[in-house]
């Protein structure tokens, strides 16, 4: 099995930067990709962007230039670096890993990211 814990969620001015970061426990040692996803308030849960173990990065266009994905492989962390906030990019983050050997993925308990004036 394998945990997630996400932080770095809370309330920011559009324009401004947030920090969210996942930590990954339990059987991590065959992870193949970790990704970020969000849902707003009435819609779909949606990708915002992956990295694959290999180095390959995609994102939503939505967030394209603004946001950044990382991840730390020794330590299990997986990060997203929100710069140029909007108000659209309000919505709970979800952090989300695949372990590989073809095992279903699995999902933090999402963090709240608010972008309001």
């Known amino acids: 099995q394998v945990q997630l814990v996400e932080s770095g969620g809370g309330l920011v001015q559009p324009g401004g930067s947030l920090r969210l970061s996942c930590a990954a426990s339990?059987?991590?040692?065959?992870?193949?990709?970790m990704a970020w996803y969000r849902q707003a308030p009435g819609k779909q849960r949606e990708l915002v962007a992956i990295?694959?173990?290999?180095?390959?990065?995609n994102y939503a266009d939505s967030v394209k230039g603004r946001f950044t994905i990382s991840r730390d492989n020794a330590k299990r962390m997986v990060y997203l670096q929100m710069n140029s906030l909007k108000p659209e990019d309000t919505a709970v983050y979800y952090c989300?890993?695949?372990?590989?050997?073809?095992?279903?993925?699995?999902w933090g308990q999402g963090t709240q990211v608010t972008v309001s004036s």
């Open positions: 339990g059987s991590t040692s065959s992870i193949v990709a």
């Open positions: 989300n890993v695949d372990p590989g050997f073809s095992r279903p993925s699995y």
């Open positions: 990295i694959i173990i290999g180095g390959r990065i």
